[in-house]
């Protein structure tokens, strides 16, 4: 099953994506701004979501792949009840680098709606290079290609 690849210019059709905030599990903020310069992969998701439960487990291979890389995967949640979400994380044994959403904050502000999972790739200079709506093999050949070029451009 693949997912519905959506056009750069969705959504909202931005160059640079928005400024947004999100908080780590223990309360530290994070501004998108901070990871410029290193290629983001953007993955809202929630724990009540069987897809994207899923989907976490290609994304935590896509993060062992390009560790040594300019590569980051953000896990953002937008579950409402942080227990729940750090017993998920507990369970699973995910060490993706998690941020939390609970009121959909920035998920909004980036045009996230439903259904979830929803994962924005941007490149080195916070520019929207693609958006996948569902869940996404993140280890296919040509997903794998296109990190690659996205991380050497500039290096």
Known sequence: KEP?????S??????VVPEVRFHDLVG?????????GQV????????????????LRSLQRLHRRFSR??????AV???EVPDALQRFL???GCSLFELWDPGKTAA???GVSSPLPQTYVLDKAGRLVDVMIGETNWMRRDKLASFTALIDASE
């Open 4 to 8: 519905h690849e959506a056009p750069i």
């Open 10 to 15: 969705q959504p909202q059709g931005f160059a």
């Open 90 to 92: 507990k369970r699973t």
């Open 108 to 110: 909004k502000a980036l």
């Open 69 to 74: 890389s300019s590569l980051r995967v953000l």
């Open 28 to 36: 530290q903020p994070y501004n998108l701004s901070d990871f410029r």
């Open 77 to 79: 949640s937008v579950d």
């Open 40 to 55: 983001v992969v953007l993955h809202f998701w929630a724990t009540w979501c069987p897809p994207c439960q899923r989907e």
